[in-house]
């Protein structure tokens, strides 16, 4: 999935050795906290289309975070809402937290129309020059969404 420039035209390339240290980033990240970008299958097939979940706080936001990433060859076909609703199903049930957020970079309207359609909230206040890409890469700009834990039915 790394190596689809389809799949990492709003995200920085990565090496081989880059990827396999981000997979021992999450697997290290599961351990400690008990979540992650979980890896995604399709139910009926098992074959691995790509990652979505809920990383802990961390540099630059310091709030949880959801996320995904779909192979090409999964787009279109609402598996990226379906994970990250049950995602965010998880967090609600799981996590003290009273909002999830999201990144992305403005050019990226897949990702965030998917925020949109989640339910997420732009916070252009917090948009921001995600610290880890170059001054200058076009793929800096970062916006930000968020959406506020849901509140409990009435009786």
């Not at 206040?125 to 610290?131: A, C, G, I, K």
Request: aromatic share 10%; proline share 9%.
């Amino acid at each position: 999935m790394a190596c689809d420039p389809r799949v990492m035209e709003y995200l920085p390339p990565l090496t081989r050795a880059e990827s396999d240290a981000a997979l021992d980033r999450m697997i290290a990240t599961e351990r400690e906290h008990g979540h992650v970008f979980w890896a995604l299958e399709r139910k009926v097939e098992g074959d691995f289309i790509g990652f979505c979940g809920i990383l802990p706080p961390r540099s630059p936001i310091f709030e949880h975070e959801i996320g995904w990433r779909l192979a090409h060859h999964a787009w279109g076909q609402g598996l990226a809402r379906e994970a990250a609703e049950a995602s965010l199903a998880w967090a609600w049930a799981n996590l003290p937290v009273p909002a999830v957020m999201a990144i992305t970079n403005l050019a990226n309207t897949r990702s965030w129309g998917l925020m949109e359609r989640l339910g997420m909230i732009r916070y252009p206040d917090e948009d921001f020059e995600h610290p880890e890409l170059a001054e200058g890469d076009p793929l800096r700009p970062h916006i930000l969404y968020r959406i506020h834990r849901p509140l409990p039915e009435a009786d």
